[in-house]
C-alpha cells in the first residue's frame, strides 16, 4: 500500500530579504495613487487608518505608509541583533563563571593576573606540618626518624617520610606554576589536538589492518564508545580463552588455559 504523504507547511513569516524586496522601487511606483492597483487598494483602505512617520509626510501616503513599516521593520531587526549579541556575551560570561568554580587551576591563575594580594603564599613547612598531623596522628607529639623508617619499610615510620616528600613535591610544583589564563588554555587546547592526533592516528591503523571502509569505521568507534564494562569484560574473556590475543595474554588474573591433547602429547615426547 502506497503511503500518501502529508503535505509539508509553508512558514508564511516573510525573510528579511524578502519583506526588503518589497520595497523595492518599481514596485512601491506601482503603488502611488493613480495606478490601477492603487484604485483598488484605496477601496478597500481607508486612508485615514494608514500610520505614517513624520518624516514621511511629504510622500503619497500609501508610499508612505510602505517606508513607514519598513523603516520600523528595520528598527525591530536591529534591536533583535542587539539582543542577541548581549545573550551571547552573557553566555560567555556565565561559561566563565562556572570555569572559576570548577577549576581551581584557572582561578588561581585569574587571582595571580586580577588579585595577586588574595592569593596567600604559606610557607611549605607549614602546610605539610599540617597535613603530617591530620594523616599521621600518632606522630603529633613525636616525630620518628629516618632511621625508624629505614629499619621498618612499609611501617608507619616509613609511610610518615612518604608522604613528607610527596607533600613537598606537590607543593614546590603548585608554587612554580606561573602560567596565564591565556597561557593554560593554550596549552590545554594543543595537548588535546595531540591526543585527539594520536587517537587518529590509530583509527587509521585499525582500518587498514582491518581491511574496513569508512561506515564499518564509523560503526565500530560508535560501538566502542557505548560499550559497557560488562561487554568490555566479555571482549577481554573471549581474547584469553579463544582469540590468544598478545595484549591479553599471560596476564595475572587469568584463568588457567586448558591444553589439548595435542600439547599434552607434545610434552610428554
Not at 629505614?150 to 616509613?158: I, L, M, Q, S
Not at 569505521?217 to 557505548?226: A, G, H
Request: charge should be negative.
Amino acid at each position: 500500500m502506497k503511503e500518501i504523504s502529508q503535505p509539508q507547511e509553508t512558514s508564511t513569516s516573510p525573510s528579511r530579504e524578502d519583506f526588503m524586496s518589497s520595497f523595492d522601487e518599481n514596485e512601491v511606483d506601482s503603488q502611488v495613487p493613480g495606478s490601477s492597483t492603487s484604485e483598488k487598494v484605496s477601496e478597500q483602505i481607508d486612508e485615514n487608518q494608514l500610520e505614517i512617520d513624520e518624516k514621511f509626510q511629504n510622500l503619497p501616503k500609501y508610499e508612505a505608509a510602505l517606508r513607514t513599516s519598513k523603516s520600523r521593520y528595520d528598527k525591530l531587526y536591529q534591536t533583535h541583533q542587539n539582543t542577541l549579541k548581549e545573550l551571547n556575551d552573557n553566555s560567555k560570561i556565565v561559561d566563565f563563571l562556572v570555569e572559576l568554580e570548577e577549576d581551581d587551576t584557572i582561578l588561581e591563575a585569574y587571582l595571580r593576573e586580577r588579585k595577586p594580594e588574595l592569593i596567600q603564599k604559606r610557607e611549605f613547612s607549614t602546610v605539610i606540618k599540617e597535613k603530617l598531623n591530620e594523616e599521621f596522628p600518632e606522630f603529633v607529639d613525636s616525630k620518628p626518624s629516618r632511621n625508624d623508617a629505614d629499619d621498618d619499610p612499609g611501617g608507619r615510620a616509613w609511610l610518615y617520610f612518604k608522604r613528607l616528600d610527596e607533600l613537598y613535591s606537590d607543593l614546590k610544583g603548585k608554587g612554580s606554576n606561573t602560567q596565564t589564563i591565556k597561557e593554560i588554555r593554550a596549552e590545554r587546547k594543543r595537548l588535546e589536538a595531540e591526543r585527539g592526533a594520536e587517537l587518529q592516528k590509530q583509527l587509521n591503523d585499525v582500518q587498514n589492518k582491518m581491511n574496513w571502509n569508512e561506515e564499518m569505521l564509523k560503526r565500530f568507534v560508535e560501538w566502542s564508545n557505548k560499550a559497557s564494562i560488562l561487554e568490555l569484560a566479555k571482549m577481554y574473556k573471549l581474547g584469553l580463552n579463544t582469540l590468544r590475543i598478545d595484549s591479553v595474554s599471560n596476564v595475572p588474573g587469568q584463568e588457567p588455559q586448558k591444553k589439548t591433547l595435542r600439547q599434552q602429547f607434545i610434552e610428554r615426547l
